[in-house]
């Protein structure tokens, strides 16, 4: 069942002195004003003539200024009718003209215009500035009626200004009288904080000064202005058709219908729009709130609207056009019968005094906030969540995985106290404000190669603590290109970067911050719209600024993450997604890529790694990548050292690195597999071997060399037990050579003997025997 809107008669006015004549007026002249004392006994209709007039604090003082400067203090006594307690003037000079006046907790505040004709306030700058704000207070004083205090120029040199006085603040506006170039400008004086907010809607700024006049605080306008960044940014005037206060801000309303709220601390949003818009400025429209509820009436039509999603709730017709809406009374000023109707908002026509308000149909309970925060979290959640079951309320109440419902619910409960709610809340609202300080030092121009790095760190920060998705991604894309330092230093920040002094990166951030640096697309998928993901937009940062960090980045990712996020998932090694970033194969520059392939951890990504080293001639370079390799990597070990020991059998440029070499050999690789090995990669002899190889002829394998290598796989010392090698024997060493057979006497042989031998025999070496047969 849906709540209903509802018009309540409170009154039919015969309980107003006065009554017949008080119809009259409100039913016969379109153009009188009425104003309503702040406890909600005493009407006030202003009509043909103009005064200035507004109620002060108390509910039976009515304070009246003329344009001429002229203040009158009426009271209303114990009899009926009103009586002049005093009268005095504002303006000390001659020549001044009041152009607006409020009164604004206690105090009598107006803008009042210093000599100048209306021809000289439109053709001259100068006279346009021509006016001035003023302040006095307002003391009561008894039967005597109200002390007005000194006066005290709160702004000299100002444009014309209208007033409009909530319950806690002053709002100065612009008129149609006020000079164009400032008509997007508006200002808010907070007396209890003294100060004043200056606030342009149009540009989405507002800065904040001083100005409490009890310390005799004064400003000129225009130094005031030309001192704040971007207000004085081109702008056409504000075109408003109603000013209203409510209890929190200002409502205006345009000539196309759309109703906005300045909030008192300079904030600007939009409410709504209504189904009609006013046609002119002679037509009459009312804005007021109630209970998160925006009421207008333009003309003879009444529309309700929420003030959160500025959602059309209801639209009545009325049965006349002359109806004014009055403000709630002051709180604690009710009587009884207004106690009982708190919440709503009151009409005045000819035919009575209304109430505007909700009313729920007869039965309906209607839920608590907080049951409405749970029911809403409910469905939020249910859209995101990829489980079949149904979640419901009392599941987000007890479980202690949604905690956010949670909390604010307990804030609504009143279980967290302001102060904790504003501890908790600190560390992002003294962020905001230096973002806000930072904004307004970059349009001034203040040292900005400073500032816009700060703002991009500020910006990166910000992005990071969000989803990063779609929009959010493609910003962070935008900041990247821009400003690479800037974004890079926020990055070292949050990942907390630093080097460990041995060519490695270390961080100390937490998973969850490296889940989203390495959360990307999924394999094979290429990125929309030239949009990064925020692993590679790293990668590609690091190959501008500092290239040969980028293989220890890489091998730090690698060693975070967990499953379906980075390292180790589904998608694509990082290794590959960085390799990706510098470009094609062939067109990567080669160190990197080598880096980044012999850090990768994977057997095919080093041992082609290892490959390109070999085809480079690096040996010493391939030899300490295999030696680089743990005791858990023995078959990738094995693999580098075949691949290498291939290369020693064919040519003799890897025979410097012989003891890498020897330290590769796996332990557990016989002598026999080893010559095996050997053998298959021998090149094949085309001419039977000769002592000494042929001049520029690559050498062959000797024995030497490859002893090294059989003493690495053979154990140290003879063998106790029976020969397990065919080539035991020549890696066993006594250590002495064995006794010399005995040495009888030679007989020289006759050639004449042996007719087949032919004896030689050089001057001081033995004999060397050859058969010539």
């Not at 207004?338 to 005094?353: C, I, K, Q, V």
């Not at 419901?392 to 479980?399: D, K, M, V, Y």
């Not at 993450?561 to 194969?585: F, K, N, T």
Request: proline content about 9%.
């Amino acid at each position: 069942m849906k709540r209903a809107g509802t018009l309540r008669l409170l009154s039919d006015l015969s309980n107003f002195s006065g009554a017949a004549r008080l119809r009259e007026l409100l039913a016969g002249d379109p153009a009188v004003r009425v104003r309503c004392s702040l406890d909600g006994r005493h009407l006030l209709l202003l009509r043909c003539v103009d005064p200035r007039g507004r109620p002060p604090a108390g509910p039976a003082r009515l304070v009246l200024v003329w344009e001429s400067g002229l203040v009158e203090v009426w009271g209303a006594g114990v009899g009926p009718g009103w009586r002049l307690l005093q009268s005095t003037e504002l303006c000390r000079g001659g020549g001044a003209r009041v152009v607006a006046v409020a009164a604004a907790r206690g105090r009598l505040v107006w803008c009042e215009e210093r000599q100048a004709d209306a021809e000289d306030r439109l053709r001259s700058p100068a006279a346009a500035f021509s006016h001035c704000v003023c302040v006095r207070t307002l003391e009561p004083s008894g039967e005597a009626g109200t002390n007005l205090g000194r006066t005290h120029i709160l702004l000299h040199h100002c444009p014309s200004f209208g007033l409009v006085a909530s319950r806690k603040d002053l709002f100065l506006v612009p008129t149609a009288t006020t000079w164009p170039g400032v008509g997007h400008i508006l200002l808010i004086w907070s007396p209890g904080k003294g100060k004043v907010i200056v606030v342009a809607p149009s540009l989405g700024l507002s800065h904040s000064k001083s100005l409490n006049p009890g310390r005799g605080d004064t400003w000129d306008f225009q130094t005031l202005i030309r001192g704040l960044p971007g207000l004085l940014t081109p702008r056409q005037p504000l075109t408003v058709h109603t000013w209203a206060p409510t209890p929190q801000g200002l409502l205006l309303l345009n000539f196309r219908g759309t109703v906005s709220l300045v909030q008192s601390h300079g904030g600007t949003r939009a409410v709504g729009t209504l189904q009609e818009a006013p046609v002119s400025l002679a037509g009459s429209a009312a804005l007021g709130t109630f209970h998160g509820t925006l009421a207008c009436v333009l003309g003879s039509t009444l529309e309700l609207l929420d003030m959160g999603s500025g959602q059309l709730l209801e639209r009545k017709v009325l049965s006349t056009d002359r109806i004014h809406l009055l403000e709630p009374p002051a709180p604690g000023m009710e009587n009884e019968e207004e106690l009982e109707t708190r919440g709503g908002l009151r009409l005045l026509s000819a035919l009575g005094l209304f109430r505007v308000g909700w009313e729920a149909p007869q039965g309906l309970e209607l839920p608590s906030a907080e049951d409405l925060v749970f029911e809403e979290a409910c469905e939020y959640y249910q859209r995101r969540s990829l489980r079949g079951a149904q979640l419901t309320p009392e599941e987000l109440r007890h479980s202690s995985t949604f905690r956010a419902p949670q909390a604010l619910a307990s804030i609504l409960q009143g279980h967290v106290s302001p102060s904790t709610l504003l501890t908790t809340l600190r560390a992002e609202l003294r962020d905001y404000r230096a973002l806000e300080q930072l904004k307004a030092q970059l349009v001034a121009g203040d040292d900005e190669e400073a500032g816009w790095t700060e703002l991009a760190e500020h910006e990166v920060a910000r992005l990071l603590r969000t989803e990063l998705m779609g929009d959010q991604l493609a910003q962070l894309n935008t900041i990247f290109q821009a400003l690479p330092t800037a974004a890079w230093g926020a990055i070292l920040r949050v990942l907390q970067l630093q080097p460990d002094g041995n060519g490695k990166l270390r961080s100390q951030a937490p998973p969850d911050v490296w889940k989203k640096v390495l959360g990307g697309t999924a394999a094979g998928k290429e990125p929309s719209n030239g949009i990064l993901p925020l692993f590679e937009l790293l990668c590609q940062c690091l190959c501008r600024l500092e290239p040969r960090w980028l293989p220890p980045f890489v091998e730090l990712a690698q060693q975070q993450g967990g499953p379906g996020w980075g390292a180790g998932g589904p998608g694509l090694p990082l290794y590959r997604r960085a390799l990706a970033v510098l470009g094609e194969e062939g067109t990567r520059p080669e160190a990197l890529e080598l880096e980044l392939l012999l850090g990768s951890g994977r057997p095919k990504a080093v041992l082609q790694a290892v490959g390109q080293l070999v085809q480079k001639e690096q040996w010493e370079r391939a030899l300490e990548a295999g030696l680089a390799l743990g005791p858990s990597s023995p078959l990738l070990r094995s693999e580098i050292f075949k691949l290498l020991l291939a290369e020693f059998a064919r040519h003799r440029r890897l025979d410097a690195h012989l003891p890498l070499l020897c330290r590769l050999c796996p332990p557990d690789l016989a002598p026999a597999e080893l010559l095996l090995l050997l053998r298959t990669h021998l090149p094949d002899e085309l001419e039977p071997p000769t002592p000494f190889p042929e001049p520029r002829a690559e050498p062959p394998l000797t024995v030497g060399l490859l002893r090294a290598l059989l003493e690495q796989t053979g154990t140290q010392g003879r063998p106790s037990g029976p020969v397990l090698s065919l080539y035991e024997d020549i890696l066993w060493d006594p250590g002495t050579p064995p006794p010399a057979p005995p040495r009888g006497p030679m007989t020289a042989l006759q050639a004449s003997d042996h007719p087949g031998l032919e004896a030689w025999a050089p001057s001081g070496q033995g004999l060397c025997v050859t058969d010539r047969g």
